[in-house]
């Protein structure tokens, strides 16, 4: 009974406040509601001041490391594309195992890749190192290396593109549109490398 | 977040005004509740909203009577020389204030228990209010007003106790 009657008592201080707000006047609501604004429009403007530092700080840090070698100057900046290209690929080890099969194959034209090697005799598919002939390696070498370049350059294409747009330099773009040409200046280096150290061509 | 503030801003503004007493201090303590709230806990899970908000209010009004307390201390040891003046303004009825019973001129019994509920103890009239009209359990409740769950129940009785007794004769 006891219980009953607390309950009921309950139940008529809650349905009073109830009836005591719906008469809440409408000056007191507006302000009310403008307080609810400014207090919601404070936490917005707190995360935009996080981002917006933040993602300065990305853009900042992505043109620092792919800008920097441009900074330094033409060789460097082909030293710093050789270093990154040697440290993305696997490819590049078969590069520093046989530097002159792939000079030869540098030696072709931009947009042509030859479909078999040299004839037998021209002298130009075989290793400096030992005189042995590259004519029996050269079309899987060849093979191989188109592999991985195609896939180097999906990977490097979109990378390419992506700092074209952030940096509008048509450096990238030319880059991205002609990837042998890229590979052949950093083939380029190799040929300028060997001919310091007295290789035969 | 903007929807639980809508939904808990006027019973929020009752309360302060509960226990204050005063519309526009009432406003000032709802606003930097949902500031604090907004800065502080919107990250959190939307089920522990509830109390956290009546917590940064609870705390408010704690700290707005602490004010007072100084201010009257203050105005006791320096009272102000335009005492008159002052005198007259209070005597004047703020348009802009509604009271609270005003809506409930049918109901003498509500009038009566909202008088009660302002002239109950700080932490019986938080207690009640967060239990009864917020529908906050007792551990919410004591998460809330930052003490026991025992305080929680001690202080609740206590107040439901009193209201009763002043409901006397406007109750069954």
């Known amino acids: 009974m006891k219980d ?187 040929d300028r490398t060997l001919k310091n150290n007295n290789h035969a061509g | 977040m903007n929807g639980f503030l809508a939904g808990v801003e006027k019973r929020a503004l009752r309360m302060a005004e509960f226990a204050t007493g005063n519309r526009d201090g009432a406003l000032e303590l709802v606003q930097d509740a949902m500031l604090g709230m907004v800065r502080r806990y919107a990250s959190h899970h939307p089920g522990d909203w509830p109390p956290l908000f009546h917590r940064t209010l609870q705390n408010g009004i704690r700290d707005w009577h602490r004010r007072e307390a100084v201010r009257r201390k203050w105005r006791h040891w320096f009272p102000e020389h335009n005492n008159t003046e002052q005198n007259n303004m209070d005597s004047v009825a703020d348009p802009n204030t509604v009271d609270p019973s005003e809506h409930l001129a049918r109901s003498q019994s509500g009038k009566v228990l909202l008088a009660a509920l302002a002239a109950l103890p700080l932490r019986q009239q938080q207690a009640f209010m967060l239990r009864v009209w917020e529908g906050l359990d007792v551990a919410q409740t004591a998460e809330a007003m930052a003490c026991s769950q025992g305080s929680v129940k001690t202080h609740y009785s206590r107040a439901v106790h009193r209201l009763r007794k002043q409901m006397e004769g406007h109750w069954p």
Not at chain 1, 69 to 95: H, K, N, W
Not at chain 1, 163 to 174: D, Q
């Open chain 1, 4 to 190: 009953n009657r607390e309950e009921d008592f309950i139940r008529f201080a809650r349905h009073t406040l109830e009836q005591d707000l719906q008469g809440m006047d409408a000056v007191t609501c507006s302000r009310l509601a403008r307080a609810r604004a400014q207090a919601v429009a404070t936490a917005t403007h707190r995360w935009q001041m996080r981002i917006v530092p933040m993602a300065s700080l990305a853009v900042a840090a992505a043109l620092l490391i792919f800008l920097w070698p441009v900074a330094q100057g033409p060789d460097t900046q082909q030293l710093a594309l050789e270093d990154i290209d040697i440290l993305a690929s696997d490819a590049d080890m078969d590069v520093l195992a046989d530097p002159d099969f792939y000079r030869w194959l540098a030696s072709y034209p931009t947009n042509s890749l030859p479909l078999r090697g040299p004839p037998m005799g021209q002298g130009k598919a075989r290793s400096a190192a030992n005189g042995e002939s590259l004519v029996k390696g050269r079309n899987a070498g060849l093979a191989h290396w188109r592999t991985s370049l195609r896939a180097e350059l999906n990977g490097r294409s979109a990378a390419l593109r992506s700092l074209e747009l952030a940096t509008a330099n048509p450096a990238f773009a030319r880059l991205a549109e002609h990837p042998v040409q890229y590979r052949w200046e950093t083939t380029n280096l190799w």
